[in-house]
């Protein structure tokens, strides 16, 4: 049991560093290159990345993350470790705090940036782009924060 104990920790750790990973580099590289772009281009990049990201690597760690984080506090319970089942439960709980900011969040604005049309076509791109960026980023930077708190959650866990 010990065997899987670390497994399933090793695996939780891993994904949850690869989303807090890729969402910190949006936060501290795609969004403020992209801040410096013209609306249309924006707009444009924006859409195609989310697009882009509806792909099976995205969704290992963004679906990986809280399901091992589940699994490894399922394995976990009853092994009288509590601080360790204490920072695996605060990895799981910031983490869905985290996952339901996207969810409840971010998807829904990108899906009403999708719904603006080609960015080409729209008729006030600047309009659109202040109802989308200042929300999208406000909630990136929520989510980015959560994450990297239940990576570290998980990481002091593993070395326990």
């Known amino acids: 049991m010990e065997l899987v104990r670390v497994v399933t920790l090793v695996f939780a750790t891993l994904t949850m560093g690869l989303i807090a990973g890729l969402f910190y580099a949006y936060a ?6 992209l801040g410096r772009t013209e609306d249309r281009v924006f ?17 290992l760690s963004f679906m990986g993350a ?18 360790k089942l204490a920072l695996i439960i605060a990895a799981l709980v910031l983490y869905l705090i985290s996952f339901v900011i996207t969810v409840r969040g971010n998807i829904p604005l990108n899906a009403r940036l999708d719904a603006a049309g080609a960015a080409q076509r729209i ?3 600047a309009a659109t782009r202040a109802w989308f960026e ?16 239940a990576f ?9």
Do not use: K, Y
Request: proline content about 4%; glycine content about 8%.
């Open 66 to 83: 809280v399901l091992f984080t589940i699994a490894t506090l399922v394995v976990h319970l009853g092994a009288g470790e509590p601080v």
């Open 152 to 160: 570290a959650a998980l990481c002091v866990a593993s070395v326990l």
């Open 123 to 125: 008729g006030d791109p």
């Open 28 to 33: 501290c590289s795609v969004m403020l290159a």
């Open 43 to 59: 707009i444009d990049v924006m859409q195609r990345i989310n697009s882009s990201i509806q792909n099976g690597w995205f969704a």
């Open 134 to 149: 200042r929300p999208w980023v406000r909630l990136h930077l929520a989510r980015t924060l959560f994450s990297i708190g």
